[in-house]
Nanobody, 124 residues
């Protein structure tokens, strides 16, 4: 059974940075796309970024240039470096793993396993 455990959330001032981590166990990590989503109160879960098996990365338009997704296959971990944070980035951030090997997309339905989420609060 695959498990995803996020860490690294917290409170930061606008303009600051945070680095989220997601440790994955229970599957051959390197073959799967990994993604980050977020959900603010009263809003739907929103795509943030994903990284596929080849290392190619994809971002939501509002995150391009500020967020960086990366993966360390040796550590079975995916990261989200968030810079120039804004109050509107406040949300619970979720790590997700693709449904099956070598499959990828930007929609939450493209991901089959999820972490418990980590809270990110950005103060103005």
């Amino acid at each position: 059974q695959v498990q995803l455990v996020e860490s690294g959330g917290g409170l930061v001032q606008a303009g600051g940075s945070l680095r989220l981590s997601c440790a994955v166990s229970g599957r051959t990590f390197s073959m799967y796309a990994m993604g980050w989503f977020r959900q603010a109160p009263g809003k739907e879960r929103e795509f943030v970024a994903r990284i596929i098996w080849s290392g190619n990365t994809y971002y939501a338009d509002s995150m391009k240039g500020r967020f960086t997704i990366s993966r360390d296959n040796a550590k079975n971990t995916v990261y989200l470096q968030m810079d120039s944070l804004k109050p509107e980035d406040t949300a619970v951030y979720y790590c997700a793993a693709g449904h099956r090997p070598y499959y990828s997309g930007n929609d939450p339905s493209d991901f089959g396993s999820w972490g418990q989420g980590t809270q990110v609060d950005v103060s103005s």
